[in-house]
């Protein structure tokens, strides 16, 4: 198990699959899944590639989902090695994806293989749902593959999504749902003009500003037994005419909620609206909703999973709803159980992206017991 995982997240790794770029990557997958009797599926739009495999048709329905694009690596020369060229060192392998998650699509793929290669499953299926464009927009990845499956009334039971959830060590965390994502861009009117004649002039930036103020004060929400307070952060300001001696016409304003159920977008829009209302700002403002919140409150596969962990790895595992979205949040639309587990995310989209060697085949013994507990194989 251990050499087998990890020579697979090395051809992933070599694969310089940058978002929405799948770069072979699926290929590999689709020849490993049909060999071992999967049927292999692409539904593909918009330059994205997603890869959709089954191998049964009982039920319940046991799904794999994850991604194979990456963020790109940056300046290579910054890397110790070069970011798509797979290097063990020390223990470690390094690589970009091999956290995120390549290691653990390694890992299900393995994971797969060996429960297949046992005794027979009493009952069920397993799936695999794989994207190109998890890092990217999102738009055409898994949110399409939902839309294919939904159209033919084909349900996911159980769904477990790969993201390196892990924070100090393996299977330390799960998370078993996630905020919601709600983005605006706000441009506020002013009066261009000479820097030195500002009462011929309104400059929007120090009409903004007290806005702003107030709106990083606001508490939305207590949050909830499940999930973190609501939070509001700005991404990025942008005003002026590139001059030091004029006063910018406009100033942009782009920003973010992550929000928790305590709040629902509407409410959140109203209320921002409202702040703005008192500053009375001349102003333009756009909404984009990327995600809501989901969450699996408890059910057979979180047991199983915490089980899992228990078995393999020997410790305990605690539940989060924090961090930022992932295709979870189109899982949910089809299936009453999604989790995230994996690998251990301190240096995901970092130069010198690594993980630990020893981790990929624990984190594949640790997915071939779910599919055991899960699939009534006899313990």
Known sequence: MTEATLELAERLIACPSVTPDAAGTLAIVEERLRRIGFAVQYIDRGGVSNLWARRGAGRPLF????HVDVVPPGKSEKWTSPPFEPTRRN???????????????????????AFIAGPPA?????AVLLTSDEEGDAIDGTAVVVETLTRRGEAID????????????????????????LS?????????????YPQLARNPIHLAAPAIAELAATVWDQGNEHFPPTTWQVSNIHGGAGATNVIPGEVEILFNFRFSPASTPERLQSRFGAILDRHGLDRELAWTLAARPFLTRGGKLLEAA???????????????TDGGTSDGRFLAEICPQVIELGLVNESIHRIDECVEIAALAQLSAVYRRILERLLDRAQ
């Open 63 to 66: 799904c794999f989902a994850g």
């Open 91 to 113: 223990g470690w392998l390094f690589g970009r994806g091999a956290a995120d998650m390549k290691g653990a699509v390694a890992a299900f793929i393995t994971a797969i293989e």
């Open 122 to 126: 009493r009952e069920g299926s397993i």
């Open 158 to 181: 159980f769904c477990l999504v790969g993201e390196p959830t892990s924070v100090s060590r393996l299977g330390d965390t799960i998370k078993n749902g996630r905020r919601g994502s």
């Open 184 to 196: 605006g861009k706000l441009s506020v009117q002013g009066i261009q003009g000479h820097v030195a």
């Open 306 to 320: 915490r089980q899992a962990v228990r078995d393999e790895l020997g410790g305990e595992t605690e539940l989060s």
